[in-house]
């Protein structure tokens, strides 16, 4: 038996596939082409068992497409700038571009180590001046275009570690996605892009992606977050000034009981000047605390603060009390809200905290609500009341016939509004692309000229955050003449957002060298859509949404013949493992705990934390009942099990190294693939990969025992020649063919999105149990099955265990090229043809005998092969059959049913 000694076949294949330059792709052929990428990584230089899934997956589907007669395009770069460097860079004491230089040579290696193919000529690292003189040409053809602009504006500050501004995206409960400190608002004049001029598109043209997760175009329509409502006319009763707001339910107005502000509204600074010192100082220290508040944490909370001012409802004439809230935000709508506490119950439950009315408006069919009693907002459908010309109407049907009539009284008009505002690009920090532009005294922002590209970020020593932006105090980058007049002019201290540098990088991979434009048009268009994208669905609401929208707006400006960057999309599930703490030690490596099954405890959140109750033991008062364990430290002290994503922190990683030494690459290879669907998060159990080691052991032994026997045999027991095969010949064949098709559908996208690589490794496996080793040499025809069937089996475990599949093909069955070019094998219809269907035999509806017949055979023929059966000649001993059923199943006879009496 041949031994799995993966260590000495792998590598030499890997570097084999180098010699051949197997992934390169060549520009000039005449195959179709498929553009396969994978989501770029910020190169952190630590990948575990948990990143390969993303990588490893996109492997198996360029190795199928290269198998399928593709010519595949499948590059690899870095998102190299950004916070996660800068804040390394610190930590370490060294510059951000060494230690990016050197986690890209340590993620390069492990790709390696993976046998992860990349065409690495077309590599390409958004802090290398050639990629981002390309990002900075594309922030001038948008200024161009007027979709670039620069405005005071309150943003996320992070005021810990990383201070600078950040993305929506980058704060998580209030807090830094990055380091952690409490996230606050702060006014600072920012660059933004005008996404909102496109969001009408960007959420029509999600009908175009049948490609994607319907998951990912539902984050994305919130993120967009359309709006159909009107414009109602309010006014300031102290003033008499306008103040617009929007609402989706014109049908409550006639229930409006307060009226809400933004903090920020411009109308506050006149409340201010107006305010007594007292009312003053209060107001001011509101604004102060929501300043403080993150824009999640605003609309997770409910604070309000009386103005003393009032506004006029123009439904009905009555003034209400005007209030600051933080969970009204100037980003959406007018920043200026009205309430119906009735019938919205974040409303409802600020009411009741203020001690401010509820009218209702709306009463559920057949009964009233009495607003002194109502425990919550009724917000579902109803009939209109106390609602002036529209009591008794239907709502919500009635909303259009409001909305008219606001328009015919000059009280408002119908407006669709966006939840998406406008993409604030500029970052204080050093580790990024320059903003190329220059401020002049006398001409104000000017765009650098497309020769004078790139505004080349200098090298600093000194780089730490300063609560400004760092380059502001470098006097020699900062200094510089007009572009447009030849004063003395200032350089933009800011640089852009990094999510501007990962929205285009799939248009440079096509010519990754160019160097007089960042890509060449006919030869993007050649190549995109990207075919097929692979990475996470956390990029939803971020990179995906701004990559569509550079892609729109290059396609508006003529530079792309395509408005829309990926074609299909697929969104890896991410994979986890079981974590475990105790109050005593904090988090335990899983290398490190002891199962003790018959000293099983029971884990509790209670008052004083979170504790371990032996079993039988009474439970804490009042506390809540999280899981039973018996997991303990070394030290004998319990241990709570819970399951996260692979990190550093909760000591629950496997390392990729460490797997691929132990067990081999190509076993992490299936146990990904094989741990269940792609889609969905999994959970990572170390022992899970010995069944696929044990299995890539026994392909070994199977192929190479039978090898002597076929090598110089032709593949195709198809050919004549040979005689007819015997019946298990021909059942094994049909096992292959049938397994061709279930590996085929499953590394092709179905109809929801999804792949089914878990399928096809069962399919595989199935097949490989299916195969047995002749003792001596068979027939001719036999020998020609055998050999198509191997022949078959190692090119479907080809894309999942490569590194095997060349040492089978190449070594054992001799065949003379790499596996990856040789075809992917093709169902053949005539070998899915049964000789013999195992149908059932009941009688009187109860199931008696199985028995094998021929697929197509009639009643007939049926009759007398199943009252010759023992068992229902013996049942039917003395009786007459009154019908004989024959069922069929796709026109094969599937089931006989006797009736006899």
């Not at 508006?556 to 408005?563: C, I, M, P, Q, R």
């Not at 109860?846 to 059966?869: H, N, Q, T």
Request: net charge neutral; charged share 25%.
């Amino acid at each position: 038996m041949a031994d799995y000694e993966f260590a000495a076949f792998e590598r030499r294949w890997q570097a084999h596939w180098k010699e051949i330059d197997l992934f390169r792709c060549d520009d000039a052929s005449p195959r179709p082409p498929a553009y396969c990428l994978m989501m770029f990584p910020y190169p952190s230089g630590d990948l575990h068992v948990g990143h390969g899934r993303n990588y490893l997956i996109g492997d198996t589907l360029v190795r199928y497409r290269k198998m399928r007669g593709q010519e595949v395009l499948s590059p690899m770069g870095w998102d190299a700038f950004g916070l996660p460097a800068e804040n390394a860079a610190i930590k370490r004491e060294i510059h951000p571009a060494a230690w990016t230089t050197k986690n890209i040579a340590s993620m390069k290696a492990q790709f390696d180590r993976w046998g992860v193919g990349y065409d690495w000529s077309r590599e390409l690292s958004t802090c290398d001046p050639s990629y981002y003189k390309w990002t900075q040409w594309i922030f001038c053809r948008l200024f161009d275009a007027g979709l670039v602009y620069r405005k005071a504006a309150p943003v996320n500050w992070c005021g810990g570690v990383c201070q600078t501004v950040l993305a929506n995206e980058q704060v998580v409960d209030g807090r830094c996605e990055r380091c952690g400190s409490e996230v606050a608002r702060k006014n600072l004049t920012q660059w933004f892009v005008k996404i909102t001029d496109y969001a009408q598109r960007l959420l029509d043209d999600l009908e175009r992606l049948p490609r994607w997760p319907e998951q990912v175009k539902n984050i994305q329509r919130a993120r967009i977050g359309r709006s159909e409502g009107a414009i109602v006319r309010f006014t300031v009763a102290e003033t008499g000034a306008p103040l617009p707001c929007f609402t989706t339910r014109p049908d409550t107005l006639w229930g409006v009981t307060y009226f809400s502000l933004a903090p920020e509204h411009p109308l506050v600074d006149e409340v201010l000047a107006a305010a007594s010192p007292e009312k003053k100082a209060e107001l001011e220290a509101f604004r102060e605390r929501v300043r403080r508040q993150s824009t999640v944490e605003r609309e997770k909370t409910k604070l309000g603060c009386a103005t003393g001012w009032h506004v006029v409802n123009p439904v009905n004439g009555e003034r209400v009390p005007l209030y600051l809230a933080n969970y009204v935000l100037m980003e959406y709508g007018t920043g200026a809200v009205m309430a119906v506490p009735a019938h919205d119950q974040r409303d409802f439950e600020f009411a009741r905290a203020h001690g401010l009315p509820v009218r209702v408006v709306i009463e559920p069919p057949g009964r009233a609500l009495d607003p002194a009693s109502m425990k919550e907002a009724w917000a579902e459908a109803g009939v209109m009341a106390r609602s002036g010309p529209f009591d008794g109407q239907e709502s919500p049907g009635v909303i259009g016939a409001v909305v008219d009539w606001l328009a015919a009284e000059g009280k408002g008009e119908r407006s669709i509004q966006f939840k998406l505002h406008d993409w604030c690009i500029s970052r204080q920090r050093y580790w990024g692309a320059p903003i190329p532009i220059v401020h002049c005294p006398a001409c104000g922002p000017v765009r650098v000229p497309t020769d004078q590209l790139p505004v080349v970020l200098p090298e600093l020593s000194d780089f730490r955050p300063k609560g400004r932006s760092v380059l502001e105090g470098v006097e020699a980058f900062m200094a510089t003449t007009c572009p447009a007049c030849g004063a003395a002019a200032r350089r933009d201290p800011d640089t852009l957002d990094t999510f501007v540098d990962s929205a285009w990088y799939y248009l440079r991979y096509p010519n990754p060298t160019l160097a007089d434009r960042p890509f060449d048009r006919a030869t993007v268009d050649r190549w995109l859509p990207v075919h097929q994208y692979v990475g996470g669905r956390e990029h939803a609401a971020g990179h995906l949404l701004y990559s569509r929208f550079i892609t729109k707006a290059l396609f508006d400006l003529g530079e792309l013949g395509f408005d829309e960057p990926f074609d299909a999309l697929f969104c890896q599930g991410m994979i986890g493992m079981t974590s475990f703490w105790s109050p005593a030690h904090g988090w335990v490596s899983w290398r490190d705990k002891v199962d003790r099954p018959d000293a099983p405890v029971t884990w509790y959140e209670a008052e004083g934390g979170r504790v371990a109750v032996a079993a039988g033991a009474p439970a804490p008062a009042r506390a809540k009942r999280l899981c039973e364990s018996t997991a303990y430290h070394p030290d004998g002290t319990p241990l709570l099990p819970e399951y996260f994503k692979m990190s550093k922190t909760r000591l629950n990683l496997v390392s990729a190294s460490e797997m691929g030494e132990r067990w081999g690459v190509d076993v992490q290879r299936l146990y990904t693939l094989a741990v269940g669907p792609a889609e969905v998060d999994a959970e990572w159990v170390d022992t899970g990969v010995v069944g696929y080691f044990k299995f890539l052991k026994r392909l070994l032994a199977t192929v190479a025992a039978a090898a002597p026997f076929v090598r110089d045999v032709p593949s195709d027991a198809a050919a004549g020649g040979a005689g007819a095969p015997s019946r298990e010949a021909r059942a094994l064949r049909r096992k292959a063919h049938e397994t061709i098709a279930r590996v085929t559908s499953g590394l092709e996208l179905d109809r929801e999105g999804k792949f089914g690589f878990h399928t096809a490794v069962a399919a595989v496996i199935e097949l490989e149990h299916a195969v047995a080793v002749p003792a001596a040499a068979p027939p001719p025809a036999d020998l020609r099955a055998l050999a198509e069937v191997l022949d078959v089996l190692v090119r479907l475990v080809a894309p999942l265990a490569p590194h095997l599949a060349e040492e089978l093909w190449q070594v054992h069955l001799g065949r003379g090229e790499s596996v990856f070019r040789a075809a992917w094998p093709e169902v053949d219809p005539a070998a899915l043809v049964r000789d013999e269907v195992e149908i059932a035999v009941q009688i009187a509806g109860k199931p008696k005998a199985k028995l094998m017949v021929p697929p197509d055979a009639d009643e007939a023929a049926l009759r007398g092969l199943v009252l010759e059966l023992p068992r229902i000649a013996e049942e039917l001993a003395g009786k007459t059959v009154r019908k004989f059923i024959v069922v069929k199943k796709a026109n094969v006879n599937n089931l006989v049913n006797i009736v006899a009496s």
